[in-house]
């Protein structure tokens, strides 16, 4: 599975983002999605996930409330909406692809991951 984020950009702090996540592979249905991101100096950090079917969501306590994950397992395409962006959100995102159970202590783990994109980059202003 190649995986391939888009949507990064500058941005305003309190503005939107809508980041996307296309995989190719007639499999991508049956894996669940990780987003993480990284800041520059710091680890990489689990931001949310959505299960294969999306009927079931995780967000880090850091972005629950703010952003959102859905996925058109049709499109092969995942899609975090970022809502009221902080300068603390700025990072490299990128997204991973697991089939391992959908669990918290899964998910959040970027070692469950064995499909990962080459990320792209979120900056919000201040």
């Known amino acids: 599975v190649h995986m391939q984020e888009s949507g990064g950009g500058l941005v305003q702090a309190g503005g939107s983002l809508r980041l996307s996540c296309s995989a190719s592979g007639r499999t991508f249905s049956t894996y669940s999605i990780g987003w993480f991101r990284q800041a520059p100096g710091k680890e990489p950090e689990f931001g949310a996930g959505?299960?294969?079917?999306?009927?079931?969501?995780y967000y880090a306590d850091s972005v629950r409330g703010r952003f959102t994950i859905s996925r058109d397992n049709a499109k092969n395409t995942v899609y975090p909406q970022m809502n009221s962006l902080k300068p603390e959100d700025t990072a490299v995102y990128y997204c991973?692809?697991?089939?391992?159970?959908?669990?918290?202590?899964?998910?959040?783990?970027?070692?469950?991951?064995?499909?990962w994109g080459q990320g792209t980059q979120v900056t919000v202003s201040s």
């Open positions: 991973a692809a697991t089939q391992n159970a959908f669990r918290l202590t899964v998910v959040t783990s970027l070692n469950n991951y064995v499909y």
């Open positions: 959505i299960s294969w079917s999306g009927s079931n969501t």
